[in-house]
């Protein structure tokens, strides 16, 4: 009779595959948010012009115009930094899932807005947007997990 002590989970990785995994996963989230951050600052007027449109962020539209692509790139920096890589992704898993419950509210609610997220994701439907999103979401779970 064998004991299941001793039994490996099936898929044991290394400390360092498991490093190499985690820094891909940050660095495909820095591209992501200095990409949509650049995106949003390069046509920053249309930016601000749909977030006014908003049913939901209308009244905060200046605001978020600039707070929005600041986070990406605060995050980006996060994320960069060994020290802050973990806070970084949890920052990140959390403006995604935020990100996420907005798509959503957005469906629900009717409103045809463009998606002004950045560049190509803004060729997404909202409906496409969320599944991207979700992707991201556990992206970062996964990161997350085998971050020690």
């Given at each position: 009779?064998?004991?299941?002590?001793?039994k490996k989970?099936?898929?044991?990785?290394?400390?360092k595959?498991?490093?190499?995994?985690?820094?891909?996963?940050t660095f495909i989230f820095i591209m992501l948010f200095v990409y949509?951050?650049?995106s949003k600052l390069m046509t920053h007027e249309s930016f601000m012009k749909v977030l006014g449109r908003s049913?939901?962020?209308?009244?905060?539209?200046?605001?978020?115009?600039?707070?929005?692509?600041?986070?990406?790139?605060?995050?980006s920096g996060l994320l960069l930094l060994n020290k802050t890589?973990?806070?970084g992704l949890i920052l990140s898993l959390a403006l995604m899932l935020v990100f996420t419950v907005y798509l959503i509210y957005m469906i629900n609610s009717g409103a045809t807005l463009?998606?002004?997220?950045?560049?190509v994701i803004s060729l997404l439907s909202w409906k496409q947007h969320i599944f991207f999103n979700?992707?991201?979401?556990?992206?970062?779970?996964?990161?997350l997990r085998l971050h020690k």
């Open positions: 009779m064998e004991t299941t002590f001793n989970p099936a898929l044991s990785l290394s400390t595959k498991r490093e190499i995994i985690f820094d891909v996963i949509t951050a650049s049913p939901l962020l209308g009244p905060f539209h200046v605001l978020l115009s600039y707070l929005i692509p600041a986070v990406e790139i605060i995050l890589k973990r806070l463009p998606c002004m997220c950045g560049g979700l992707g991201f979401i556990v992206l970062a779970i996964a990161g």
